[in-house]
């Protein structure tokens, strides 16, 4: 089971609380690597509009705003059907399958983060004569679990004591105390992302109703281990709203929850701000466990010098790419973005990227990060389509997830030869799906589907932001619709 299983889970709070799903030091590049520009063909979408049957499934879908699609032959380019392809609207999570190809293209498949154990002393007697170091790279991926690993396999080299500090160090990832400026502070899907992340930046708040009022505790809970946490803390406060307030501490998380909503039993995640901090608590705590006990962590900016005691390895980027794509964890695209553009800052990471795929892949776009949160990305479908195209060779439809196609009713048409595999994108009033058909002759489509109601999604406060009214509706007809353009375009291609 992947580290995203293990937290996708929803749960509800009193009916208010919508639980968010939880999916959890390598150098980024010396130099800027620009490759060759190079030709990619797709035939303008002026050459083929779209049919009648397909823009009655846009009208019937109701959805306002702005609706483009385009579908080419892979293999071509020959576009075969197009509506408003030219239209840039923001990608929402398709974007992943754009950072995808680029962290495979700087990185390389086989790349792996890493978070270490270093002594900056010698080891004598179970005692290390110096400090101890925790040192991570950026990996999204880490879990309480393998933090676990992390701690036995220090214990295993015998170290007992230390005579020194207790240092904690992110230096792969530069922080950014979150991904979007616009989403409530209470969401799971917008955390801070920095060299050292855990349990992608969430900590798990749960709730029990007792005699004498709700039993509120924190922890960093794994499969095997749960332990409790106290750099987060939370209150229940007399109030009907807002649902959440927080306060930002030294070092620490500073959480109130409406007391009027803990009507009942519940537990959600909710979004770290001291991800250094959170990491050092877990693992102080790990460690106590096989019997050393280690100072309070002091963070610092730059690694030491020191002897490797102990690591542990992410899976490989094509691994967890598909972890990625599938239960399309933002903070992990942010943390392979910013590894791959080697910028110091998201809008300037998204800005490298947005240079790459011009140059790589003939693909103009704006991308302003590299998870498809921010709404200010901008991409038409018929350049998404040139980057799918033209990145096939990277692997990447194999680790795409498999889409349904539905019929002209909706209803969906299973057992279909047709094959189709795709990113989903879902923000507040924008819905996008991009990817290919796959015909068991061998040809293949190419599409890209992206549907917006801006001025919809701009009326939004913040605070309407996590469950707007009308939201659900609108993505569930945006995603009907997509399902039955994919089963009309499946036609074409056997």
Request: aromatic share 6%.
């Amino acid at each position: 089971m992947s580290a995203e299983q293990k937290f996708t889970r929803r749960w509800v709070l009193s009916g208010l609380m919508a639980g968010i799903a939880v999916p959890g030091c390598a150098e980024a590049p010396s130099r800027s690597i620009r490759p060759a520009a190079r030709a990619v063909a797709v035939t303008s979408a002026s050459s083929a509009q779209a049919g009648n049957e397909a823009m009655a499934l846009v009208e019937a879908a109701r959805l306002g705003g702005s609706v483009g699609f385009l579908v080419a032959e892979t293999a071509s380019g020959k576009v075969l059907e197009a509506y408003g392809g030219e239209t840039a609207l923001p990608p929402a999570s398709v974007a992943k399958a754009m950072t995808t190809l680029y962290a495979l293209d700087r990185l390389g498949p086989q790349f792996r983060f890493s978070t270490r154990v270093l002594a900056t002393g010698p080891v004598s007697g179970g005692r290390l004569q110096g400090d101890l170091v925790l040192l991570g790279s950026g990996d999204p991926t880490l879990d309480t679990d393998r933090l676990g690993d992390l701690a036995a396999a220090l214990a295993a080299r015998g170290v007992k004591e230390i005579s020194g500090r207790f240092l904690v160090c992110g230096s792969g990832v530069p922080r950014q105390d979150r991904i979007a400026a616009d989403q409530p502070d209470h969401v799971g899907y917008n955390p801070t992302i920095a060299g050292l992340n855990l349990n992608f930046n969430r900590v798990h708040f749960e709730w029990r109703r007792s005699a004498s009022g709700p039993q509120l505790t924190m922890d960093a809970r794994g499969r095997r281990f749960v332990p409790r946490v106290t750099m987060a803390e939370v209150r229940a406060v007399n109030r009907a709203a807002p649902l959440f307030d927080y306060r930002r501490g030294a070092g620490r998380d500073e959480w109130s929850v409406a007391a009027q909503a803990l009507n009942s039993n519940g537990s959600r995640w909710l979004p770290v701000r001291h991800p250094e901090h959170y990491c050092a608590e877990v693992f102080a705590v790990l460690m106590r466990a096989h019997g050393l006990q280690l100072p309070p962590a002091q963070v610092i900016s730059a690694p030491p010098q020191g002897n490797l005691l102990a690591e542990n390895r992410s899976d490989d980027l094509m691994a967890v790419s598909r972890d990625m794509l599938r239960f399309s964890t933002n903070i992990t695209a942010e943390a392979v973005g910013l590894v791959a553009s080697g910028a110091g800052t998201l809008p300037d990471s998204g800005r490298r990227m947005s240079d790459w795929a011009v140059t790589r892949h003939g693909a103009n776009s704006r991308f302003v990060d590299h998870s498809g949160l921010g709404a200010a990305s901008r991409v038409a479908p018929s350049d998404m389509v040139r980057a799918l195209r033209s990145g096939r060779a990277s692997g990447l439809p194999a680790i795409l997830r498999e889409q349904a196609l539905r019929d002209l009713s909706g209803n969906e048409m299973k057992g279909h030869p047709v094959r189709a595999v795709a990113k989903t994108g879902t923000l507040n009033f924008v819905s996008g799906l991009a990817g290919y058909l796959q015909a068991p002759n061998g040809r293949e489509l190419t599409f890209a589907i992206f549907c917006a109601d801006l001025p919809r999604r701009d009326r939004l406060s913040v605070a309407q932001r996590e469950r707007p009214e009308g939201g659900r509706e609108w993505n569930a007809r945006a995603r009907r619709l997509q399902g039955q353009l994919l089963g009309r375009w499946a036609g074409m291609v056997t």
